[in-house]
């Protein structure tokens, strides 16, 4: 984080807090002075970050009470190595299992390239669907290659956080990864499941996820419904 400029850590910091309930619409954010005082930042790098925010439509700059907050299209970080769950933060998200996990062939047709090892072995097999405030936001399609992880199918997904999974159980943490972004019209089953009208477009991520077990890779297919919510990350 060393290389990031102060305004935007501070930016990032604030956005967050906007984006957790911490700060709601109406509330006034801390001055420039106070501001100042708890990051230790001089008043040209408080007034950058609280100008980003202006300008990304999270606050309003009103004379002579400061900096409020308002009503924005929100962020979910599915673009993060947090992953969902942890980059809701405080929203009411959900999980429902579509399809259990199960132990199934790698489609013939994949949307990476596998290796020999991962084809032999097979995949664990799971869709999910990712609900905030009750409202359908993601369909993911989980492919985790069946190597060393016991009894992984047996365990409870239901509003619970896959990569928290693998860390706990089986010591496994998220490094990084690629991922591809296309927008099209999703199957009608999809479309179905997050609600969505006819011809409707969606945006498609095909991710690639690395992990700390060198040459375990997750994979996984995710229609994103981004009527409410963008969606941001980094990698």
Not at 84 to 110: D, H, Q, Y
Not at 119 to 140: A, K, Q
Not at 170 to 186: C, D, L, S
Not at 206 to 218: A, V
């Amino acid at each position: 984080m060393g290389s990031v400029p102060q305004y935007r850590r501070l930016y990032e910091l604030l956005r967050k807090h906007i984006n957790d309930g911490v700060y709601g619409e109406g509330d006034l954010l801390p001055s420039e002075n106070e501001l100042c005082r708890i990051y230790a930042m001089t008043r040209p790098t408080v007034r950058q970050a609280l100008g980003c925010l202006a300008n990304d439509g999270y606050i309003r700059k009103h004379q002579g009470k400061g900096s409020i907050v308002q009503n924005q299209q929100r962020d979910i970080g599915i673009l993060s190595v947090s992953g969902t769950t942890s980059a809701a933060g405080n929203r009411n998200l959900k999980t429902r299992i579509i399809e259990k996990p199960v132990i199934i062939r790698w489609p013939e047709e994949f949307m990476f390239q596998l290796s020999e090892l991962e084809r032999e072995s097979g995949c664990i097999y799971m869709e999910r669907l990712r609900l905030i405030d009750d409202s359908p936001i993601f369909f993911d399609i989980s492919y985790i290659p069946n190597i060393n992880l016991p009894r992984i199918t047996s365990r409870q997904f239901e509003n619970r956080s896959l990569f928290n999974i693998l860390r706990e159980h089986y010591n496994i943490e998220i490094r990084g990864g690629e991922q591809r972004i296309k927008a099209i019209t999703p199957p009608v089953r999809i479309r179905k499941f997050l609600k969505l009208l006819k011809d409707q477009p969606v945006l498609h991520l095909e991710r690639k996820i690395e992990t700390s077990i060198n040459g375990l890779y997750l994979y996984s297919s995710i229609f994103c419904n981004t009527g409410k919510y963008s969606i941001f990350g980094r990698f």
